[in-house]
């Protein structure tokens, strides 16, 4: 069974500090992996999608980063507006898309 | 830029009741996805359709719950009887393919509270 986890749960930094978010899967056959934003009442925001280990996408302060085991969400000089949930899901192979989410990193920048 | 329409935003039912949501998928897009999202855990897919026919309704409890996709473009999930445990937010999104190359678009939700 597809299983995705995520670290931290919760990250809070001030503006300005760079961190990363971590994501570990175990998945039979990586076809992509999924970065979404989602803010609070409201639906995932698609990011990024990564297919195979070395690859890298930036948007803005954003860079997802994939291995064979996990993904990075590398976010630098943060801002408040960066305040949101960040999920990652993979997708395995097959005409049955479905994306296996994980359970996110809430992260909170504060002036 | 194109949305994933879903009605109602809210939805509030008495346990025991009927309740059903309405997604009208992007233009063109072929593949469709009802998920449900418990507060504080990520989407969980209920059903997806591609086209008109299912293709994935493992996880849909199939006692309770009902999906139909009848001419290929938009869809309406059905709970009845609802129970308490159904309070979630129910997400639809839509995809070009069953690949997703472009990404998944979701709508914005329909929050259900059942008491």
């Known amino acids: 069974e597809d299983q995705v986890t995520q670290s931290p749960e919760a990250l809070r930094l001030q503006e300005g500090e760079s961190s990363s978010l971590n994501c570990s899967y175990t998945?039979?056959?990586?076809?992509?992996l999924f970065w979404y934003r989602q803010d609070p009442g409201k639906g995932p925001e698609f990011l990024f999608t990564?297919?195979?280990a070395g690859e890298e996408k930036e948007k803005e302060r954003l860079k997802a980063t994939l291995t064979k085991k996990e993904s990075f969400l590398h976010i630098t000089a943060p801002k408040p507006e960066d305040s949101a949930t960040y999920l990652c899901?993979?997708?395995?192979?097959?005409?049955?898309?479905?994306?296996?989410f994980g359970t996110g990193t809430r992260l909170q920048v504060t002036l | 830029e194109a949305e994933v329409a879903q009605s109602p935003r809210y939805k509030i039912t008495e346990k025991s009741q009927a309740v059903a949501f309405w997604c009208d998928p992007i233009?063109?897009?072929?593949?469709l996805y009802w998920y449900r999202q418990i507060l504080g855990q990520g989407p969980e897919l209920l059903v997806q359709?591609?086209?008109?026919?299912?293709?994935?309704d493992s996880q849909l409890p199939k006692d309770r719950f009902s999906a139909e996709r009848l001419k290929g473009v938009d869809s309406t999930l059905k709970i009845q009887p609802a129970e308490l445990g159904d309070s979630a937010m129910y997400l639809c999104?839509?995809?070009?393919?069953?690949?997703?190359?472009?990404?998944?678009?979701f709508g914005s939700g329909t929050r259900l509270t059942v008491v």
């Open positions: 999104a839509s995809s070009r393919n069953y690949r997703g190359d472009y990404g998944y678009t």
């Open positions: 359709f591609q086209d008109e026919s299912v293709v994935d």
């Open positions: 998945v039979s056959g990586l076809r992509g």
């Open positions: 233009s063109g897009h072929a593949t």
């Open positions: 899901a993979v997708q395995a192979p097959g005409t049955a898309s479905k994306l296996t």
């Open positions: 990564l297919y195979s």
